[in-house]
């Protein structure tokens, strides 16, 4: 077994990131490795997604210690995602390992990237419409678990992470969001990291049995990516990772595109574009987003407020 010290330091880099911000490391860490190491698409997943096995409980236990875990919701997501990310492993071995396994991986884990960043600006505008409707609940208030809903999305979610590696931190998080509007935040990142533990288990021992997994190649990313998270949970709280999250929807959606071949006079106009309208488009949605009228249940929130 060798040491790749530019491995580490990207396991280093990911990891803070995602101590940081709450994150899922799959979106960052496999494009790196495939677009930037080189490594084949299959290899890249499963390496990533042992690599993530060991990450995912410091975020969740720092939450499951601050009773920002909705465990209810958790036992049903696992029950759908659990059985589903190992399918997704076991479905990429039907299919085979040849080169066009590996495309078939790519192509998909670039859809996936795209999907997230767009996921993360779906999950910003949420919560914009949350403040201006001043519907934050309190965080003992009770959620009634919807449970058919909530195990196809983990069904749907496992499925994805089991064959690209993204999602449990990214797709998983809006779709709860959508399924549970009054959800708060903390509670909605706590229990998505504490579900993710099973499942990226789950979908870890799959590709240990049929992926690519490279012992030396995961070995480096955790020398780097355990300590990245430790000191980025604790910096977390002072860090801008409003900033940082804008940063990584960026480099998502460009990892995105290249990996499902996006030609790079197309990728450098895309990207360009968004440099330059990025900021201003933003401010609009905003504008527009905060003026909408409230939703009725805060309406009615509100008018049992002044008539108390």
Do not use: C
Request: glycine share 12%; no cysteine.
């Amino acid at each position: 077994m060798t040491f790749d010290l530019s491995l580490a330091i990207a396991g280093l880099v990911v990891g803070f990131v995602v101590g940081l911000t709450g994150m899922g490391g799959g979106a960052l860490m496999t494009p790196i490795l495939v677009i930037l190491f080189k490594v084949q698409p299959l290899a890249a997943v499963s390496s990533d997604l042992v690599a993530s096995f060991f990450m995912k409980p410091v975020g969740g236990a720092v939450h499951y210690r601050r009773g920002t875990v909705h465990r209810t919701m958790v036992l049903w997501l696992v029950i759908g995602s659990v059985p589903s990310a190992f399918a997704g492993v076991v479905l990429l071995r039907i299919l085979g390992g040849g080169h066009h396994v590996q495309q078939i991986v790519q192509t998909a884990l670039g859809a996936a990237l795209i999907v997230a960043a767009a996921a993360m600006v779906l999950r910003a505008i949420f919560q914009i419409r949350q403040n201006a409707a001043h519907g934050q609940p309190a965080d003992d208030q009770p959620v009634n678990v919807r449970i058919v809903p909530t195990v196809l999305v983990g069904v749907v979610g496992g499925l994805i992470v089991g064959m690209t590696s993204v999602g449990s931190g990214s797709l998983m998080i809006v779709a709860l969001m959508l399924l549970y509007p009054r959800l708060t935040s903390a509670r909605l990142v706590g229990t998505d990291l504490v579900q993710a533990i099973p499942l990226v288990g789950s979908a870890a021992l799959g590709h240990l049995f049929f992926g690519d997994f490279k012992l030396s190649l995961t070995a480096s990313l955790l020398v780097g990516a355990i300590p990245g998270v430790y000191f980025g949970a604790r910096a977390s709280a002072q860090a801008p990772s409003r900033v940082i999250k804008r940063a990584i929807a960026f480099v998502l959606l460009a990892s995105g595109l290249k990996l499902i071949n996006v030609g790079t006079v197309q990728l450098g106009v895309v990207l360009a574009g968004l440099a330059i309208a990025g900021e201003p488009g933003w401010m609009l949605i905003k504008q527009i987003v905060r003026r909408l009228p409230a939703p009725a249940s805060s309406r009615s929130a509100e008018a049992a407020e002044s008539s108390s």
